[in-house]
């Protein structure tokens, strides 16, 4: 009869070992899910750290043109999900002479200023060379 219940208990532990075991895989990978799904939120809102911006992205100042302003451009742009995005797009475009740029990441567009005449491929080559799509050039 000892021998038994003995066999009994090994079996009962064993059970509830292997219960315990299972009990914490599942709350390891509650908690492994609720982190992978809080930052998945804040990237696709904008708020993350995206793209390699870190969490403290210094926003891109604005270009000042030494001339008149002689046409304004609106480009609509896909791909840019976060500041860090914008100010890569900003800095490109800043970059080439006789141009400056205002981005939106809520509207995804620039709006470019000219003070001289640049073709539309030059913005393009520059935006897309980084990865990102041009939706349209008005």
Same mark, same amino acid.
Request: hydrophobic share 40%.
């Given at each position: ?56 992205? +210094? ?13 304004? @451009? &609106? !480009?609509? #742009? ?39 005449? +640049? ?13 990102? @799509? &041009? !939706?349209? #050039?008005?």
């Amino acid at each position: 009869m000892l021998t038994l219940c003995s066999r009994h208990n090994d079996n009962y532990f064993h059970e509830v070992f292997y219960i315990m075991i299972n009990v914490f895989i599942i709350i390891f990978l509650v908690i492994i899910l609720f982190f992978a799904l809080r930052g998945s939120i804040k990237h696709l809102l904008g708020q993350g750290s995206c793209c390699g911006g870190g969490n403290s992205t +210094v926003k891109e100042a604005d270009k000042k043109l030494n001339g008149p302003i002689i046409k304004t @451009k &609106i !480009i609509k #742009i896909d791909g840019m999900h976060c500041e860090n995005c914008t100010n890569r797009v900003k800095r490109a475009i800043n970059r080439i002479d006789g141009v400056s740029a205002k981005l939106s990441l809520r509207k995804k567009q620039a709006v470019v200023q000219y003070e001289k005449e +640049v073709a539309d491929e030059v913005l393009t080559s520059e935006i897309e060379g980084l990865g990102y @799509k &041009i !939706i349209e #050039i008005k």
